[in-house]
């Protein structure tokens, strides 16, 4: 990652453009009197207009540290004649919205931003990617087993310590209960917090609280990626659906084996939407239940499909119906989301489910 005086070298050497804006350094890190500091004055020509700028620079791209800066810029007295400007490494389209709407210009070292001098010119430029991935996180929380973290705030959206979200992730996590996977630790529990702090969805002032729903769902979704899955077998049975069930669970307590419905054939628990008759589940062990001679192997009308897969998040939070699970309404809305037309729509009812439930879990 670029540190402060590298970026302040790129634009002294022009290696930070935004077309048909030029920009020249006019003076680093100036004084500015007792508290008062600005990264560096710069000087925007287009034609024979120009506009002057004082910068606030910032060696990282994360949410928080965008927020930060705009602040900063927001209540921060300009010197005479100088505009605000914001510098990162990356900035994305919906940031440069905000700092347009904010009006506050912003470039990054990637060929992004929105710059404004009333009278003179407004330039807009956005979807160059981003060449400086490490300024995001090494991990990312919003997959595969570490989503867990997330998931449990579209649960129950308050906690009282670290030690409080662990407790309710490994409590809700069906295969630590019933399959002898290790227990998440507290020192994951703490660095996907760190992030999810950073990313400005959950804030930490003595409680840690749940601020942005739609936006953990978003991130969770976008970033979904399907199970590992080691063997996947369809059978027919010769029951109706509600037996069929019922049978799973029978066999599901007898094998201590957990199983839970995909997210797709659990969606009639949370929307409205008619399915087929195969019902599928997960399952972390296939052989155990093809050794109890269930049914008969086809591809011809199955009513069941067993999907084996050991990752966790799949199994996380299910809901019980008798003593047959069901996928959590968000596994299920991932799964809609990774659909087709059809199954995205419902997926909208399947995150007004959620929505509702988070109201009434809020203190």
């Known amino acids: 990652m670029p540190t402060i005086q590298e970026m302040i070298k790129m634009l002294r050497t022009r290696k930070i453009v935004l077309p048909p804006l030029s920009f020249d350094v006019l003076e680093a890190q100036p004084s500015m009197g007792a508290n008062r500091r600005i990264d560096l004055m710069i000087k925007a020509s287009w034609r024979s207009s120009t506009a002057r700028f004082a910068v606030e620079c910032r060696s990282v791209s994360t949410p928080k540290v965008f927020q930060d800066g705009l602040n900063l810029l927001k209540t921060k007295p300009m010197p005479t004649g100088r505009l605000p400007m914001l510098i990162l490494p990356y900035l994305n389209e919906r940031q440069l919205q905000t700092l347009e709407q904010e009006g506050i210009s912003g470039i990054d070292l990637c060929g992004n931003g929105v710059v404004v001098a009333p009278g003179m010119f407004a330039v807009f430029r956005s979807g160059e990617k981003n060449r400086f991935p490490s300024s995001a996180p090494i991990k990312n929380i919003y997959r595969k087993n570490s989503s867990m973290v997330g998931r449990v705030f579209l649960s129950r959206p308050v ?87 019922a049978l799973l669970a029978r066999q599901s307590q007898e094998l201590r084996l957990p199983l839970v419905a995909t997210g797709v054939s659990s969606v009639g628990r949370y929307a409205t939407m008619q399915r087929g008759d195969l019902l599928s589940v997960y399952c972390p062990c296939v052989e155990m239940l093809l050794e109890r001679s269930l049914g008969n192997k086809t591809d011809r009308f199955p009513n069941i499909e067993l999907i084996e897969t050991e990752d966790e998040m799949v199994y996380f939070d299910a809901r019980p119906e008798g003593d047959f699970r069901w996928a959590s309404p968000v596994q299920a809305y991932v799964e809609l989301m990774a659909g087709d037309k059809r199954d995205q729509e419902t997926a909208g009812q399947v995150k007004s489910f959620i929505a509702a439930e988070l109201q009434q879990a809020r203190p």
């Open 159 to 245: 906690y009282e310590t670290v030690q409080d979200i662990r407790s309710e992730i490994n409590r809700r996590n069906l295969l630590v209960n019933s399959w002898n996977t290790s227990p998440m630790s507290l020192s994951t529990v703490s660095k996907v917090l760190k992030t999810l702090k950073e990313d400005l969805i959950v804030e930490r002032d003595g409680i840690i609280r749940l601020l942005q729903a739609d936006e953990l769902l978003r991130s969770i979704s976008v970033n979904y990626t399907a199970p590992k899955i080691t063997d996947r077998v369809k059978l027919n049975v010769p029951e109706g659906t509600e037996m069929i069930r």
